[in-house]
C-alpha cells in the first residue's frame, strides 16, 4: 500500500480535501448531521495500492441502532487490514470481499450495523461492491450515467421495478428501511460489473445523506464537469441548505454526510 487516509467520526467544517491517487484526482468529504453534536456514523477511507490501483470506500453506520459510528468504522478497519496484506499479484478483489466478510462478523457481535459503498479501480477500469443503501454513481462529462446502484431497501426496488417515482420515493415513509446491511448472518455483497472509465468520468460514492437530500439529475449536474474541489463544494452547500431549510415538496432530511469524489484525468 502506497498510501492510505481514513475518516472516522470526521466532522470536517469547510468543504473536504483533494489529493492526487494514482491517476486520479480525489476529493472526501464527512460530517455528523447539522441537527445533533452526536458522533458522526459514517467513515470514509482511501487506499492507494502499488500500481495504478486504489479501493475507496464510503460507511455509514445504521443510526436506528447503536455504536453506529463504531460499526462504520469497523467496516474501514477490516478493510485496511485485508488490503495490508494483499498483493498487487493476489488481486484486491479477493481482499475486499474478506475484508467486508471480517467487517460483518464483527459488527454481528457488536450488536450493530452499517451499509458500504466501495469501488475498486485498476488503471482505467472500476469495479463496484455495495451492501445497503450507501450509493455508487458514475457519470460521463456530458451527464450520462453509467453506473448506479439500486438501494437494497423495499424502496429502492421499488423505484427500480417503476412502482414509485423517485421524488415518491424521496417522500416515502419507509425510505430509511434496509433488507441488507453489515451486521446481519444474511448479509450479502453486491459485486457490479467491471466499468471502463473514460477520461473525464466522475465516481461518487455517498452515504444516503447526499441521496435523501438531493436528486438525481440535481446530482449529476454538479458532479459531471468543474474542478473536483468546486463539486464538492457545491454538493456539500446544497446538502446543507436542504438539511437546514424546509420548503413543501422539497427533501429536507438532516443526516451524517459523507462523499468521495474521484475523477480520471486528462
Avoid: W
Wanted: proline share 3%.
Amino acid at each position: 500500500m502506497v498510501h492510505k487516509k481514513i475518516l472516522t467520526n470526521c466532522h470536517m467544517e469547510g468543504y473536504g480535501e483533494t489529493y492526487n491517487c494514482c491517476s486520479y484526482e480525489i476529493a472526501v468529504y464527512s460530517s455528523r448531521s447539522p441537527a445533533h453534536d452526536s458522533a458522526n456514523g459514517d467513515s470514509a477511507a482511501l487506499f492507494c495500492m502499488d500500481g495504478n490501483a486504489g479501493i475507496f470506500a464510503v460507511a455509514d453506520g445504521m443510526g436506528g441502532l447503536s455504536n453506529a459510528d463504531r460499526a462504520s468504522a469497523m467496516v474501514i478497519e477490516s478493510l485496511d487490514d485485508a488490503l495490508t496484506r494483499a498483493t498487487p499479484e493476489g488481486g484486491f478483489r479477493e481482499a475486499v470481499l474478506n475484508g467486508i466478510d471480517d467487517a460483518n462478523r464483527r459488527i454481528i457481535r457488536l450488536g450493530a450495523g452499517s451499509t458500504l459503498a466501495a469501488v475498486e479501480i485498476n488503471d482505467n477500469t472500476l469495479r463496484s461492491y455495495h451492501v445497503g443503501d450507501a450509493a455508487i454513481l458514475v457519470t460521463g462529462q456530458r451527464g450520462r450515467i453509467k453506473l448506479q446502484t439500486i438501494p437494497h431497501s423495499p424502496v429502492g426496488y421499488a423505484v427500480e421495478a417503476g412502482f414509485l417515482d423517485e421524488d415518491e420515493a424521496m417522500h416515502h415513509e419507509e425510505r430509511h428501511l434496509l433488507l441488507n446491511m453489515l451486521g446481519s448472518s444474511d448479509m450479502r455483497i453486491e459485486i457490479g460489473p467491471t466499468l471502463a472509465l473514460a477520461r473525464r468520468d466522475t465516481v461518487l460514492l455517498g452515504s444516503d445523506g447526499l441521496f435523501d437530500n438531493l436528486h438525481i439529475d440535481e446530482i449529476v449536474a454538479i458532479i459531471r464537469k468543474g474542478a473536483l474541489s468546486t463539486v464538492m463544494e457545491q454538493l456539500v452547500t446544497c446538502c446543507r441548505q436542504r438539511m437546514n431549510t424546509t420548503r413543501p415538496g422539497r427533501p429536507s432530511k438532516p443526516d451524517d454526510l459523507t462523499l468521495i469524489l474521484i475523477r480520471r484525468g486528462a
